[in-house]
Every structure is written in structure tokens, then in C-alpha cells.
């Protein structure tokens, strides 16, 4: 047996088991509501209800359809324009059966829009509704979380770079007018490691290190040989 039945100024045909996507109705998920304005009921036609039919529903979840964009142009005196979205709220039910008559006597409460009803009982069903809504989006929201925990737990760790240490026996070059721990490295690299390395230096010593490690005079101008001389004592 089948049912029209209207509700949020639309009509729909429907028999036991359907689900539906209805106007919002001020019930929360679970609960079981009746639709009393059937129009058409097995083969009784209304004038325009059939008295005493109703179809009952459960309630399965408070929903939002689909995002509509509304797209507003002004082409006269001022040029503008506006956008704007929208998502429709539905209230998603489950058709568990229909009464030819005797519905006035079910006990069973009446499904009502939200636009009908005062607003201390929609916030009273969009404050049950909200917990679940929450709950979801903070599931959603912790897996968000560990998943980048989870890729670097298995990312490989990259290896410390090694520290540059000074070679065995090596004096501590920055002592030199000019020289710091950058400089420091260039000349341990080209294997000068000691005072006395440097201070043995000879003009042609000074100018083969100078073009190797693009010191531009630096050398005689900070007076090296003689630091290092010194300081070798």
C-alpha cells in the first residue's frame, strides 16, 4: 500500500521502508514522528486530507543537501555583483507505516518544520543533534593529527652530521690575526695544522698557499709567519 502524503510545502509518494529526504522537522535522530496531511491513502482521495491517515517515520539523521550557489548580477545604473552558497536543511527519515485511519488515536508525535515550531525547541534539537556532530569532528580531526606522527615515526631518521674536529696535535689556529673557525677548516684542510708549519713558511710558500685558498695577500698583510714564529716558542 502506498501513501502521498505533503510536508515542507512538497508531496511525495511513499509505502513501508522508503527512505526519505524531507524539509527539517523538529525531531532528533531515533525518534518516531507521524505525517498527518495525507492527501491519498490505498484508494481513499482526500478533500484535500483523508481524515484520520497518517504515515509514520523514524528518524534517522538531521542532514544538509547540496551546496547551491546563488549568482546575483547588476548590469544597469551601478554594476555589481554577489555570491552566495547554500546548503538546505533536511531531516532524514524512514517510512515504518502507513494508517488508512485511527491515526488520531496513535499517540505518536506529529511531524513539524522547524519553521513552525518556537526556537527554544530548535535550539533544544540542534544542541542533541550537536554532540554527534562533534564527536565526528573530533575523530576526524585526531586522525588528521597522528597521521603525520604516524609517517615520521616511519620516515628513516637522518644521520647527525658529524662534527669537524681539529686533527691530533694541531694548535689552535684562530690564535692568527684574521683566522676563525671557517678559516680555521680551509687551512687544516690543506694540511696546515701547526705553528711551526707556518712560520717556516717561504715567500714562495706564501704565494702557493695564498692562490690555493684565495687568500689575496692576507698572509704577509696580517703578518702570519711572524705570529706563528712567536707563538711556536
Given at each position: 500500500m502506498?501513501?502521498?502524503?505533503?510536508?515542507?510545502?512538497?508531496?511525495?509518494?511513499?509505502?513501508?521502508?522508503?527512505?526519505?529526504?524531507?524539509?527539517?522537522?523538529?525531531?532528533?535522530?531515533?525518534?518516531?514522528?507521524?505525517?498527518?496531511?495525507?492527501?491519498?491513502?490505498?484508494?481513499s482521495?482526500?478533500?484535500?486530507?483523508?481524515?484520520?491517515?497518517?504515515?509514520?517515520?523514524?528518524?534517522i539523521?538531521?542532514?544538509?543537501?547540496?551546496?547551491?550557489?546563488?549568482?546575483?548580477?547588476?548590469?544597469r545604473?551601478?554594476?555589481?555583483?554577489?555570491?552566495?552558497?547554500?546548503?538546505?536543511?533536511?531531516?532524514l527519515?524512514?517510512i515504518t507505516?502507513?494508517?488508512?485511519?485511527?491515526?488520531?488515536?496513535?499517540?505518536?508525535?506529529?511531524?513539524i518544520g522547524?519553521g513552525?515550531?518556537?526556537?527554544?525547541?530548535?535550539?533544544?534539537?540542534?544542541?542533541?543533534?550537536a554532540?554527534?556532530?562533534?564527536?565526528k569532528?573530533?575523530?576526524?580531526?585526531?586522525?588528521k593529527?597522528?597521521?603525520?606522527?604516524?609517517e615520521?615515526?616511519?620516515?628513516?631518521k637522518?644521520?647527525?652530521?658529524?662534527?669537524?674536529?681539529?686533527?691530533?696535535?694541531?694548535?689552535?689556529?684562530?690564535?692568527l690575526?684574521?683566522?676563525?673557525?671557517?678559516?680555521?677548516?680551509?687551512?687544516?684542510?690543506a694540511?696546515?695544522?701547526?705553528?711551526?708549519?707556518?712560520?717556516?713558511?717561504?715567500?714562495?710558500?706564501?704565494?702557493?698557499?695564498?692562490?690555493?685558498?684565495?687568500?689575496?695577500?692576507?698572509i704577509?698583510?696580517?703578518?702570519?709567519?711572524?705570529?706563528?714564529?712567536?707563538?711556536?716558542?
Open positions: 502506498f501513501a502521498v502524503m505533503k510536508t515542507g510545502g512538497k508531496q511525495y509518494k511513499v509505502q513501508s521502508g522508503d527512505v526519505l529526504r524531507v524539509e527539517r522537522i523538529a525531531a532528533a535522530a531515533g525518534e518516531t514522528v507521524q505525517f498527518n496531511e495525507i492527501l491519498m491513502v490505498g484508494g482521495v482526500g478533500t484535500p486530507t483523508v481524515d484520520g491517515a497518517a504515515v509514520q517515520a523514524e528518524v539523521d538531521q542532514i544538509k543537501g547540496e551546496k547551491v550557489i546563488h549568482f546575483v548580477k547588476r548590469r545604473k551601478h554594476s555589481s555583483k554577489r555570491t552566495k552558497g547554500h546548503r538546505q536543511k533536511l531531516t527519515v524512514r507505516e502507513i494508517l488508512e485511519k485511527g491515526a488520531d488515536k496513535s499517540g505518536v508525535k506529529a511531524a522547524t513552525s515550531v518556537p526556537a527554544a525547541v530548535v535550539a533544544e534539537m540542534n544542541a542533541a543533534v554532540p554527534a556532530i562533534s564527536k569532528g573530533a575523530a576526524a580531526k585526531k586522525a593529527a597522528a597521521a603525520p606522527a604516524a615520521k615515526a616511519a620516515a628513516p637522518k644521520a647527525k652530521a658529524a662534527k669537524t674536529e681539529a686533527p691530533a696535535g694541531a694548535d689552535d689556529l684562530k690564535t690575526s684574521g683566522v676563525g673557525p671557517a678559516l680555521e677548516k680551509k687551512l687544516h684542510a694540511g696546515v695544522t701547526t705553528f711551526a708549519q707556518i712560520a717556516g713558511w717561504n715567500a714562495d710558500d706564501i704565494a702557493a698557499m695564498d692562490e690555493k685558498l684565495s687568500f689575496k695577500g692576507r704577509e698583510r696580517e703578518g702570519w709567519v711572524a705570529q706563528a714564529a712567536e707563538l711556536a716558542k
